[in-house]
């Protein structure tokens, strides 16, 4: 009974002990202060994990380009690295690595020989401001003296960040001086 009972002052000493030693803290030390937003940098919020991207347009669509609404600017010489042409907003350019000359051109970005590149920014039937680049198709370029012009037809455009949806476009642009 001796042994249970020094046990038990024992334990109550013990526990007095601790609950003496333990302060409240003091809340004017170091620390955070994150104010009403819980984060300490309310301009530049912070996110765990990757964000996920997604393409504002949603349907498929396809386009004529060249002929009645469609202006073509003069080239400056028939020397030229491009070609466009303009609907209103639509605004579509087709790019060689080289000077233009007569042949098939397959549509590539990467600036190959024998390649073109695409890009229509604003097609319709999309939402504004978003540009579409070539992905797959050919082009058929003639020359003269004067004029250079370039017919295709079925040329999937996608966005640069998204493979769907597409924009198929079909049509001519020219150039003359």
Request: glycine residues 10%.
């Amino acid at each position: 009974m001796k042994n249970t009972f020094s046990l038990i002052i024992c334990a109550a000493f013990l526990l007095g002990a601790v609950m003496v030693s333990c302060d409240k803290k003091d809340p004017s030390g170091i620390g955070p202060t994150y104010g009403s937003t819980g984060n300490p940098n309310a301009n530049n919020q912070t996110t765990t994990g990757s964000p996920t991207y997604s393409s504002p347009a949603t349907d498929n669509s396809s386009m004529g380009i060249g002929g009645i609404g469609w202006s073509n600017p003069s080239c400056a010489t028939t020397n030229s690295l491009y070609l466009k042409s303009y609907n209103g907003v639509i605004d579509v350019t087709l790019t060689f690595p080289s000077l233009i000359k007569p042949g098939i051109y397959s549509i590539s970005q990467g600036g190959e020989p024998n390649t073109c590149a695409l890009t229509i920014l604003n097609a319709p039937n999309q939402p504004s401001g978003i540009s579409w680049y070539g992905k797959s198709g050919l082009v058929t370029v003639t020359t003269s003296s004067s004029n250079i012009s370039a017919t295709f037809n079925g040329i999937i455009c996608t966005q640069q960040s998204f493979n769907y949806p597409t924009v198929t476009a079909s049509g001519n642009v020219s150039c003359s001086q």
